[in-house]
Structure formats: structure tokens, C-alpha cells
């Protein structure tokens, strides 16, 4: 069993940058992969970014390649989501999830532990 939770989120203007972490309870952290989705109201739960559970493979929705980057130190039990050149459409509800299976790709599904989220609120 792991226990997510997230923090950095906030109010930031377009733009702006903000960097979320996500810790993880447990001494099997750094055998999950991890990931960051998103729900804005209204809308269905999105993939953001993806990392393999030593780090080396990464992969981030085109809405945000470029914009963001997905991280982890194992030795923190920590995953971060950086965030730049944040737009009001990123605005949304970041969820944090933890993947049993060592598969790194594009769906926001199969995840076995989910952190309770963190608000982004990108104003205009």
C-alpha cells in the first residue's frame, strides 16, 4: 500500500510557474512507476506526465511538452511535476498516481494508488 500526497499547487497568472511534489509513504516507492494527471470541471481526468521508476524514461502530454517536467528522487520518496509558461487552460485538479506495473505510457487509467489532488488555478 502507498500513501500520496501532493502540494505546490495554487493561484498564478499566465505565465508563471509553479513546481508540485508529490511524497510517498512506504520503502517501495522507487519500484512504481509515477504519474501526474489532471481534471479540470467539467472535463475528463487527463494524462499529464509519466516516469519510469528509476527515472530514465519519461513522457509528457503534447499540452505541456515543452512547458513541463516531470521528476523524482527516490532517496525523498518524491515525485515533482515543474511547471512553466503556465496557461489558464492547465487550470485543473493534479492528481498524483502510483503504478505497480514497470509501464510508462500515455493513459490516464490502471494507476493503483491515487494522492487526493492539488488545485492549479491559472489566471488570465
Known amino acids: 500500500q502507498v500513501a500520496l500526497v501532493e502540494s505546490g499547487g495554487g493561484l498564478v497568472q499566465a505565465g508563471g510557474s509553479l513546481r508540485l511534489s508529490c511524497i510517498a509513504s512506504?520503502?517501495?516507492?522507487?519500484?512504481?512507476?509515477m504519474g501526474w494527471l489532471r481534471q479540470a470541471p467539467g472535463k475528463e481526468r487527463e494524462f499529464v506526465a509519466v516516469?519510469?521508476?528509476?527515472?530514465?524514461?519519461?513522457l509528457h502530454a503534447n499540452s505541456v511538452k515543452g512547458r513541463f517536467t516531470i521528476s523524482r528522487d527516490n532517496a525523498k520518496n518524491t515525485v515533482y511535476l515543474q511547471m512553466n509558461s503556465l496557461k489558464p487552460e492547465d487550470t485543473a485538479v493534479y492528481y498524483c498516481?502510483?503504478?505497480?506495473?514497470?509501464?510508462?505510457?500515455?493513459?490516464?487509467?490502471?494507476?493503483?494508488?491515487w494522492g487526493q489532488g492539488t488545485q492549479v488555478t491559472v489566471s488570465s
Open positions: 498516481a502510483a503504478r505497480k506495473r514497470a509501464v510508462v505510457d500515455f493513459s490516464p487509467n490502471e494507476y493503483d494508488f
Open positions: 512506504g520503502r517501495t516507492f522507487n519500484t512504481y512507476t
Open positions: 516516469i519510469s521508476w528509476s527515472g530514465d524514461y519519461t
